[in-house]
């Protein structure tokens, strides 16, 4: 059986990981017959956001405490998570990926990534171990892989040009679809950066699970 770690950024689109995202994740891995390992940075998250009213309110949250509500509570710190053990690389979006994974949110193209899952992601890189990026989460791959890397948040220009000027080469996409990098072994698909529901989030979440299997 083969096995993937999954990275998680909290509990919810605006401050964590997306939740619909990441159980479709969850769901095209096990129904492919692969088994998989949540994970998520313990730390608190950038912010908290009432996901009623969308307003950012007080108080603070850790990201592996939210993002155990998403796995079940079968859930391991990021610092667990060792590259050997696991087939493949697995990141939902939602905004705590731009906030909690790294700070694009804040800081844009000047963006750095969370220096664990930096690390994280740079072994499974660095061992040649494929790896899957969800909706916003690509904004990643350029500072995981080296310059050109392909990879696409859809057609939303504004990321698509931070992508590019980080390093990246972006790739327009259709939510119903992929972009892979076979150099790099490197997979991405738009998901809700550009996804009306639930049922489209899941025709290119699915593509991406079956394609990072095959890898």
Request: aromatic content about 6%.
């Amino acid at each position: 059986m083969k096995k993937v770690a999954v990275i998680l950024s909290g509990c919810g689109v605006y401050d964590g990981a997306e939740i619909h995202e990441a159980v479709l994740c969850l769901l095209h891995l096990a129904r492919q017959g692969a088994g998989y390992q949540c994970f998520a940075p313990d730390k608190p998250q950038h912010h908290v956001v009432n996901h009623l009213s969308g307003e950012e309110e007080p108080g603070s949250r850790n990201v592996l405490e939210e993002a155990a509500r998403v796995a079940r509570g079968d859930i391991k710190p990021l610092t667990e998570l060792k590259v050997d053990d696991f087939d493949a690389l697995l990141l939902p979006g939602g905004f705590g990926a731009a906030k909690n994974l790294c700070d694009f949110a804040v800081h844009g193209a000047d963006a750095q990534v969370d220096p664990q899952v930096l690390s994280v992601c740079k072994d499974f890189a660095a061992a040649r171990k494929p790896a899957g990026y969800c909706c916003i989460s690509p904004i990643l791959m350029p500072r995981v892989y080296p310059a050109g890397v392909k990879g696409t948040i859809g057609t939303e220009a504004t990321v698509a040009e931070a992508f590019t000027a980080m390093g990246g080469e972006h790739i327009g996409c259709a939510v119903t679809d992929v972009v892979e990098d076979s150099h790099y072994q490197v997979i991405s698909t738009p998901a809700y950066m550009l996804a009306k529901n639930i049922t489209e989030a899941d025709i290119g979440i699915g593509k991406l699970v079956k394609r990072l299997l095959e890898m």
